[in-house]
């Protein structure tokens, strides 16, 4: 089981909560084990939208699988907004030594910081906080203009939406591109957005365009990427001809639908690989009928 314990401070806006909140909450719901938790300084939490929240204030028992995210508050200076008590600096940071990950949501931002977590990292917050983040902790580098960046097991969002961008995407680095999507239709969002370049989930990268057919058999393809899949369904399921599909896909992509599924079956490989299965066992769960084609894919693959 993964625990997602939020830590809540006063004035927490509720979208920056409840927006990530939802995708862990509906992963459970489709079978994969996830807990949400939340814990404050005191049980009665006032939101920016005035509906109160309780909250526990006893942290559980984290491991390095688990997650700690802090959504963000209101604030008009943040500089004089919330901080975090020595207790639940001292929490953010074990769980962080542990091996564990730590996010944040708009001006949750700052919390981290404040942890000393962002320090010789890349972060990010909403536009309007992003002056004021890198005057607070200079220590780190603020990326403008992203939606999310990961460095070190910190990742930091935006804001508001985005902390959804952020918590798809943690999914699908957990669990593989086709569980990401899968939530993002049952909450009725497209799973599209990336957080920057960096960034290695396909799923993502590859969804910074505006074109709906390409979106709907990416969809498809995101969801079936381990199976055969036939150029003249995706068509169909575009309402387009293949060569118009085609076009269209790599027109949006840079890359054919072919190939994209590869690129899908391939991240996940490597991501079972990275948890010790086997290449044979990893090249079968993805949909290759053997090794030989997932080896030539990696060996071409560009290494940083």
């Keep these: 089981m993964t625990r997602v314990v939020f830590l809540l401070v006063p004035q927490v806006h509720l979208l920056d909560l409840a927006g990530p909140a939802q995708v862990f909450s509906t992963a459970a719901d489709l079978g994969l084990d996830y ?9 009665d939490v006032p939101t920016a939208q005035g509906l109160p929240l309780r909250a526990g204030t006893e942290w559980p028992d984290l491991e390095s699988g688990d997650l700690v995210l802090v959504p963000g508050w209101r604030s008009p200076k943040t500089a004089g907004g919330p901080r975090l008590t020595d207790a639940q600096v001292a929490q953010v940071q074990a769980h962080h030594a542990r091996g564990g990950t730590v996010g944040s949501v708009c001006s949750g931002a700052f919390a981290l910081g404040q942890a000393g977590l962002l320090d010789g990292r890349r972060c990010t ?4 906080l992003q002056d004021e ?25 935006a804001g508001i939406a985005s902390g959804i961008d952020l918590a798809l995407h943690l ?13 993002a239709r049952e909450m009725v969002v497209y799973a599209r957005r990336g957080g920057d370049a960096a960034q290695d989930s396909a799923m993502l990268r ?27 369904d995706l068509a169909s399921a575009a ?20 190939r994209y599924q590869s690129v899908l079956r391939l991240e996940r490989a490597e991501h ?12 079968r769960a993805v949909g290759f009928g053997d090794a030989r084609m997932l080896r030539r894919l990696r060996s071409a693959r560009p290494r940083p």
Aim: aromatic share 4%.
């Design 35 to 43: 807990r949400t938790e939340y814990v404050a300084g005191q049980e």
């Design 125 to 128: 917050t909403h536009h309007s």
């Design 133 to 157: 983040l890198a005057r607070r902790f200079p220590g780190a580098t603020v990326e403008r203009d992203r939606l999310f960046t990961t460095d070190g097991r910190v990742v930091t969002s």
């Design 171 to 183: 999914v699908a680095v957990r669990h593989g591109p086709a569980a990401a999507a899968q939530i």
């Design 206 to 232: 590859h969804r910074s365009h505006l074109s709906d057919a390409v979106h709907r058999v990416q969809d498809l393809i995101d969801a079936r990427f381990a199976e055969p899949l036939r150029l003249a």
């Design 239 to 258: 309402g387009v001809s293949e060569r118009t599909l085609t076009r269209r896909f790599t027109e949006s992509t840079g890359l054919t639908p072919l």
């Design 272 to 283: 079972l690989i990275a948890q010790g299965s086997p290449v044979e066992s990893a090249a």
